[in-house]
């Protein structure tokens, strides 16, 4: 999740629809997973979807996030390759936006599931329609609320990328999160770095490295791994959720 100027993070689903194919297409293959059922987040969680801001708005936000200068400093191929996935695991993308992420995580996970979750019903409008044009089938989008980071209690591995910042009861939402998680389970949590940056949210919405780890530990979280040189202006802090051996 991104730095908006708002006090929410953001999850993925979207509205459920397919393109009808044109005639003459041949239909395309079917990808793994493709004859699950994909049901739609936004009808499931009874949102009128003439209450949605329009696609053209959307569209400017989408575009901010997956702008091609955001890889070279958010280094997308390395952080998914320093999450250690076998291909199997269920990881569950908290505040997955576009699906910038999640949709990477979808292709290192061949045998496993992303279910990418997002509060902005708009964005998962676009993640879910993207799963069902585009014929993704281990991907699952989801509506959460604000105060619920909505984890699933089979992922093996959960993801915060540009959250927790976002989040007003910090603490309040990480112990929910943890509530929500198995023993065992992997925390990734990829949040702005002290100081002056080009890149992120002013530095009074930040929260301190050392402040967060505290917060982290005091939601029972057990720290595993740190790496702060993988990624020039951000985190990249691993935990998990104890009772149970974790993968480094």
């Not at 902005?120 to 993704?136: A, L, S």
């Not at 009074?204 to 917060?215: D, N």
Request: glycine share 6%.
């Amino acid at each position: 999740m991104t730095h908006r100027a708002i006090a929410r993070w953001t999850l993925g689903a979207a509205l459920a629809f397919a393109l009808p194919a044109r005639a003459g297409t041949p239909p395309a293959a079917a990808a793994p997973h493709a004859d699950a059922p994909i049901d739609c987040p936004l009808h499931a969680k009874q949102v009128d979807p003439s209450s949605l801001r329009p696609f053209a708005e959307t569209e400017k936000w989408i575009q901010f996030l997956e702008k091609p200068e955001r890889a070279a400093w958010q280094k997308p191929d390395e952080v998914v390759a320093a999450m250690g996935l076998a291909g199997a695991e269920t990881l569950v993308d908290v505040g997955a936006g576009s699906g910038y992420f999640a949709f990477r995580f979808s292709k290192v996970l061949p045998r496993g599931k992303v279910i990418a979750t997002d509060v902005d019903p708009e964005m998962v409008r676009h993640m879910h329609r993207k799963v069902m044009t585009e014929h993704v089938g281990n991907v699952t989008v989801v509506l959460a609320s604000p105060d619920d980071p909505s984890i699933d209690p089979a992922a093996d591995v959960v993801f915060v990328c540009n959250v927790i910042h976002h989040v007003e009861q910090r603490e309040a939402w990480l112990r929910r999160a943890f509530a929500e998680m198995r023993p065992g389970a992997r925390l990734v949590v990829l949040e702005f770095k002290d100081g002056k940056l080009p890149e992120g949210p002013p530095e009074a919405a930040k929260i301190p490295t050392a402040r967060l780890v505290e917060m982290l530990r005091h939601a029972g979280f057990a720290p595993v791994a740190d790496r702060p040189d993988l990624l020039p202006y951000q985190t990249f802090l691993t935990f998990a959720k104890p009772g149970a051996s974790v993968q480094r």
